[in-house]
């Protein structure tokens, strides 16, 4: 992505150093700073940091002063500024020297937009004067304090996917074979809520035990769903119905007993307490140790490398025949195909077949693939991804190509 761009004046660096030393004090959790920058991000940025923006690819209502709300969002507001919000990096870069990492942006800060010779920038704290042709204005640094929100801004409206990240489970065929399932439940309950508890026994050979250190932590399914590429029909994994959480009290046992004269070995279940529950669980029901919690760290850009034959591979939620926007939607490349947190990728509709009558042949053509709009990718598994429909101008259907936004 070709950019060009214009050193910050002197006196414009300074007061942003000045200005950045408070803003990042006063609100620096550890979060943040582990949110992922990539190299070619920082490369881009660092490269609009020296030159400004192009005006022309701001947003055509691109404001010259905004102040950072409780609610926004990294894309929406690189939606507010640039015409392809994909490219947040330059907008990052923009403000490179006041923001060191783009994850700091806090509600409370303001944002002023400058123009000069057609180039555009972007900085955070009050507005640097300018003398006329040639005038030399000197800036002593100062601190100012402010009192900006706790947290930086997510990438997407985190009530959009926060289900999404704890709830949709993708397993592999072998793995859902050999996962645990429950046995029985105390006076022969048949469902089960939060607080009850049941017996659990693992695959042949593969007992359910406590390991010392390890968290007791397990999520309950159901019904895994196979998910499959719209283009070959191959199963790339398993969409499993979250249920719930149980947490491991006792493992699997074997006891030495005595049963009419004879010496008896028997097997005893693992015992496990039912913590959470999304819908009543039941006898045959499986569990998966609980999964590292997914990361929402990360921030809009557009794939480092082309995707292709990537498509979307099924909606989610089983009543739903066509997404739209803000559904989610799987699709058929994962971490092993490239696919990262972030990636914004655009949406292709096919083209309708029709036939063309302006002849005798009548023949049947096919119209070309037409952009629908952009989805965002939030989880990825190895061979299956999640993305948030972000803009859509009609229904997203499974099938439907994605490509680079750019």
Known sequence: MPVSFLRLPRCAAAVAAATAVCLMAAARPAAAQNYPVTGTQRAVAQAAAQTGVPESELAPNAPDIYTVKSGDTLWAISGLYLMRPWRWPE??????????????IFPGQQLYLERSGGMARLRAGNPVPTGGSGDL???????RIDQLGHNPLP?????AIEPFLAEPLVIDGPTLANSARFVATQEDRVMLAKGDRAYVRGPAGQPVTVVPG????YRVFRDAVPLRDPSTGEVLGY??????????????????????????QEVVP????????????????????EPPTATNLYVPRAPEQPLPGARVMSIYGSAVFDAAQNQVVTINRGSRDGVMPGYVLAILSEGDRVTDRTDGEKLRIKLPD????????FRTFDRVSYGLILQIRTGVKVGDRLVSPE
Request: no cysteine; charged share 30%; glycine share 8%.
């Open 270 to 289: 693992a015992t496990f307490d039912i913590t959470v529950t999304k819908e009543e669980i039941r006898i045959g029901d499986r569990l998966l140790p």
């Open 91 to 104: 907008l990052w870069g923009m403000n490179l020297d006041q923001i060191r990492n783009p994850h700091l």
């Open 155 to 159: 990438a997407l409206r985190p009530s």
């Open 137 to 143: 204005v000197r800036v002593q640094p100062r601190t």
């Open 370 to 377: 037409e952009r629908n709009g952009l989805l965002m990718v």
């Open 239 to 264: 969409e499993a119905q979250y249920l719930g959480r149980a947490d491991l009290v006792r493992g699997e046992s074997v006891e030495n007993n005595m049963r009419d004269g004879k010496q008896l």
């Open 214 to 217: 390890a968290k007791r932590g």
